[in-house]
């Protein structure tokens, strides 16, 4: 079975910072990889996905992340947070596209 | 395109009542699911269904939780009898069979006292 793990429960930042969310993954077999995030009082969102090919993939909106088989981890960056980005950002891992398994998600505060 | 519709957005409720939440998919997606968030346990999935077929119940807490899916334009999740502990926000996503994002309503916080 796959799991996920986000170490980081909070990640506190000041505004046109650079931030790392870490998300790290088990499974025995290929699987693919996906950042969700969650705006107050809503539902999630797709950031972004790796499916295959290129191990860096990256969102509209400035964030990027990049896919390390051998230390199963799939972390996500942006060089300059702005403080609209304050939310929670959650790592899923499914095998097929239907069954996601979900991190338990990190909040990510910008602060002026 | 509208969107996952769920409703409602907010529901409070005593304990050992029944509660019904309510899902409109997005037209066209032939998947839905049913998760549910708390701070404890984070995001689980309940339940999903493949063309209106619940596929797997797995995650279904206990007998008092159904779910229901009579077409393709409308699902059910019912709670009977509530209890305290079924408190947290259950959300409702669809998706395509072609496609590999999942896309959620605004869920609806139960409040069971």
């Known amino acids: 079975a796959q799991s996920v793990t986000q170490l980081d429960s909070q990640v506190p930042v000041f505004e046109e910072a650079p931030v790392e969310l870490r998300c790290n993954y088990s499974?025995?077999?290929?699987?693919?990889l996906f950042w969700y995030v969650q705006y107050p009082n809503q539902g999630l969102q797709l950031l972004l996905k790796?499916?295959?090919?290129?191990?860096l993939v990256e969102s509209i909106n400035g964030f990027e992340a990049e896919f390390n088989k051998s230390q199963t981890s799939f972390h996500l960056r942006k060089p300059s947070v702005h403080i609209s980005d304050t939310a929670e950002y959650f790592c899923?891992?499914?095998?097929?596209?239907?069954?996601?398994?979900f991190g338990t998600g990190t909040r990510l505060l910008v602060s002026p | 395109d509208a969107g996952v519709i769920q409703s409602p957005r907010h529901e409070v409720t005593e304990m050992g009542q029944e509660v019904t939440l309510r899902c409109k998919p997005i037209?066209?997606?032939?998947?839905l699911f049913w998760y549910r968030q708390t701070m404890m346990r984070g995001l689980e999935l309940l339940i999903y269904?493949?063309?209106?077929?619940?596929?797997?119940d797995s995650g279904m807490p206990e007998d008092r939780f159904s779910a229901k899916m009579p077409n393709a334009s409308f699902s059910t999740l019912k709670i009977q009898p509530s209890e305290p502990r079924d408190s947290a926000v259950y959300f409702c996503?669809?998706?395509?069979?072609?496609?590999?994002?999942?896309?959620f309503g605004n869920g609806t916080r139960l409040t069971v006292t």
């Open positions: 996503a669809s998706s395509s069979g072609r496609g590999v994002s999942l896309h």
């Open positions: 499974s025995s077999v290929s699987v693919y």
């Open positions: 790796y499916l295959s090919g290129s191990t």
């Open positions: 899923a891992v499914s095998r097929g596209f239907q069954k996601l398994v």
């Open positions: 037209s066209g997606h032939d998947y």
């Open positions: 269904f493949n063309n209106n077929v619940p596929i797997d």
